[in-house]
T-cell receptor
């Protein structure tokens, strides 16, 4: 596989569920990102990991918990989400602060 | 004032015409700018980056940057129906290094 992959591509969950989103990059990059994209809104940066350390947490609610076990993998753990958290969640990677390349995204629906 | 501003559109052009997409930004210290294309239901893909004042051409695409006016544009020559998508402008923050995205302009190219 090449580029940035994300699983699952679609996820429907109830407000009491716990689920995780997975991102994997095959580009040899050392920075990874989680973004949220809601309808009619700009992309919102959620978390940044550089060299496997979290360097950015954009006041994201604690019901979203990121994990970066190595430079190729990034997870977003979800628990007790709200319906307004329904959105497209995009992972991206870059080499340092260079150009970011996006994965296909996970379309999340919270019932 | 939004940090990166785009007209949401839709911008409608006939096939074969030049499509002109515009973006303004508020961070006078920004040095790096990016145009991404996003098809409906898909993730953003990088079209062009631009760092210096003036024009940068790549095939049918030309990015234009005017730092004095804090203005970035993307021209698409010989527009095709397959160019119909949302175009996202992004500027790298001079303070944080983060990419700040506009909300995107929807382009419709009519056969």
């Amino acid at each position: 596989e090449t580029g940035v992959t994300q699983t699952p591509r679609h996820l429907v969950m109830g407000m009491t569920n716990k689920k995780s989103l997975k991102c994997e990059q095959h580009l040899g990059h050392n920075a990874m990102y989680w973004y949220k994209q809601s309808a009619k809104k700009p992309l919102e940066l959620m978390f940044v990991y550089s060299l496997e350390e979290r360097v950015e947490n954009n006041s994201v609610p604690s019901r979203f918990s990121p994990e970066c076990p190595n430079s190729s993998h990034l997870f977003l753990h979800l628990h007790t989400l709200q319906p307004e958290d329904s959105a497209l969640y995009l992972c991206a990677s870059s080499q340092m602060a260079d150009t970011q390349y996006f994965g296909p995204g996970t379309r999340l629906t919270v019932l | 004032q939004k940090e990166v501003e785009q007209n949401s559109g839709p911008l409608s052009v006939p096939e074969g015409a030049i499509a002109s997409l515009n973006c303004t930004y508020s961070d006078r210290g920004s040095q790096s700018f990016f145009w991404y294309r996003q098809y409906s239901g898909k993730s953003p893909e990088l079209i062009m980056s631009i760092y210096s004042n003036g024009d940068k051409e790549d095939g049918r695409f030309t990015a234009q940057l005017n730092k004095a006016s804090q203005y970035v544009s993307l021209l698409i020559r010989d527009s095709q129906p397959s160019d119909s998508a949302t175009y996202l402008c992004a500027a790298r923050s001079s303070n944080t290094g983060k990419l700040i995205f506009g909300q995107g302009t929807t382009l419709q190219v009519k056969p």
